[in-house]
């Protein structure tokens, strides 16, 4: 069983070291393109490519399966499958019909909510209760084909992006493993999805994290977590950019205008008034300073509260 792996964030990584530690043969790897990070704008593999590079299997880093080279260099390692998670590029009919037993996605979403690039942050964001992590078989619609499998699980008040993802991830790899066999075998049949079920994320982008205090406090809060790692929900206080990494709404509690720092009868605790109620900060970085909690923070900023964040 030869089988070709596309991925590229650390989401990927526990999918591909599940196929690794099974008894399936992993004959090449694709992920993206290195891209600058940092400030000195370096190359850096990213985690999938960094993982096939120590277990030497060969890497491919297609900018896209448009060109006809790129589709013949997978044809030369003959794939019976191929296994795609959190890869970045749509592939075409011409990869889709290469292996004989198709191309499964890992996806993290209780599919057909949350399809498209941001599944993760979307649901924290609607406030959803359960999400899950589907199998299925890739068609030329994005995240549109038939479901192999669903594993649900809830999405607790402190999971982040971050945190979510990464539960996520070895969910889906063992799923993944658990629904091979039975695939191979042909004993499983693709469901199709309900389309009139179908929800679409989109790319979140750096702006997305700049608060706007007229929102609920409930609402900012679950941007605050979608947001977390990246790109940090912010606002600004004089002058400089303020961070917030973790936060609690206080729904029943109302002081003052919006926008405003406020102290509240919980010392030393401090939030921010919203349009709809409280928001209790609780951990914190001042544009120029590391990650702290309020607490620390306000020792070094007095001046915080009274303050007016916009």
Same mark, same amino acid.
């Given at each position: !069983?030869?089988? /070709?792996? !596309?991925?590229?964030?650390?989401?990927?990584?526990?999918?591909?070291?599940?196929?690794?530690?099974?008894?399936?043969?992993?004959?090449?790897v694709?992920a993206?393109? $290195?891209?600058?990070?940092?400030?000195?704008?370096?190359?850096?593999?990213?985690?999938v490519?960094?993982? &096939?590079?120590?277990?030497?299997?060969?890497?491919m880093?297609?900018?896209?399966?448009?060109?006809?080279?790129?589709?013949?260099?997978?044809?030369?390692?003959?794939?019976?499958?191929?296994?795609?998670?959190?890869?970045?590029? /749509?592939?075409?009919?011409?990869v889709?019909?290469?292996?004989?037993?198709g191309?499964?996605?890992?996806?993290?979403?209780?599919?057909?909510?949350h399809?498209?690039?941001?599944?993760? &942050?979307?649901a924290?964001? $609607?406030?959803?209760? +359960?999400?899950?992590?589907?199998? !299925?078989?890739?068609? &030329?619609?994005?995240?549109?084909?038939? /479901?192999? =499998?669903?594993?649900?699980?809830?999405?607790?008040?402190?999971?982040?992006?971050g945190?979510?993802?990464? %539960?996520?991830a070895?969910?889906g790899? =063992?799923?993944?493993?658990?629904i091979?066999?039975?695939?191979?075998?042909?004993?499983?049949k693709p469901? *199709?999805?309900?389309?009139?079920? &179908?929800?679409?994320?989109?790319?979140?982008?750096s702006?997305?994290?700049? +608060?706007?205090?007229?929102l609920?406090?409930?609402?900012?809060?679950? !941007?605050?977590?979608?947001?977390?790692?990246?790109?940090?929900?912010?606002?600004?206080?004089?002058? %400089?950019r +303020? %961070?917030?990494y973790?936060? +609690?709404?206080?729904? $029943?509690?109302?002081?003052?205008?919006?926008?405003?720092?406020?102290?509240?009868?919980?010392? *030393? #605790?401090?939030?921010?008034?919203?349009?709809?109620?409280?928001?209790?900060? $609780?951990?914190?970085?001042l544009?120029?300073?590391?990650?702290m909690?309020?607490?620390?923070?306000?020792? #070094?900023?007095?001046?915080? /509260?009274g303050?007016?964040?916009?």
């Amino acid at each position: !069983m030869q089988v /070709i792996f !596309m991925g590229t964030p650390q989401f990927a990584v526990p999918v591909l070291e599940s196929l690794l530690n099974g008894s399936y043969q992993v004959v090449a790897v694709c992920a993206q393109p $290195d891209k600058p990070t940092g400030r000195k704008r370096e190359l850096i593999p990213s985690p999938v490519k960094a993982l &096939a590079l120590e277990r030497h299997i060969p890497v491919m880093q297609p900018e896209t399966f448009k060109s006809p080279q790129a589709v013949e260099e997978l044809t030369r390692f003959c794939p019976d499958l191929i296994v795609v998670a959190a890869f970045g590029l /749509i592939l075409p009919p011409a990869v889709l019909s290469l292996p004989r037993f198709g191309c499964l996605n890992v996806h993290p979403s209780l599919l057909p909510r949350h399809r498209g690039p941001s599944p993760v &942050a979307g649901a924290i964001l $609607d406030g959803d209760e +359960i999400t899950a992590v589907t199998i !299925m078989l890739l068609d &030329a619609g994005l995240d549109s084909g038939p /479901i192999l =499998a669903q594993r649900e699980m809830p999405i607790l008040p402190e999971d982040t992006t971050g945190s979510l993802t990464d %539960k996520l991830a070895q969910l889906g790899a =063992a799923l993944l493993l658990d629904i091979l066999p039975g695939w191979l075998e042909g004993k499983i049949k693709p469901q *199709p999805q309900d389309e009139s079920r &179908a929800t679409y994320t989109r790319l979140i982008t750096s702006r997305d994290g700049e +608060i706007n205090w007229h929102l609920p406090a409930v609402k900012i809060w679950r !941007m605050v977590r979608a947001y977390n790692p990246w790109p940090v929900c912010y606002s600004w206080w004089c002058g %400089k950019r +303020i %961070k917030i990494y973790s936060a +609690i709404p206080l729904e $029943d509690v109302t002081q003052g205008k919006v926008g405003e720092v406020v102290a509240l009868p919980s010392s *030393p #605790g401090v939030g921010v008034v919203t349009g709809d109620g409280i928001l209790e900060l $609780d951990e914190v970085q001042l544009e120029g300073k590391r990650e702290m909690s309020i607490t620390e923070f306000l020792r #070094g900023q007095r001046d915080f /509260i009274g303050s007016v964040l916009g």
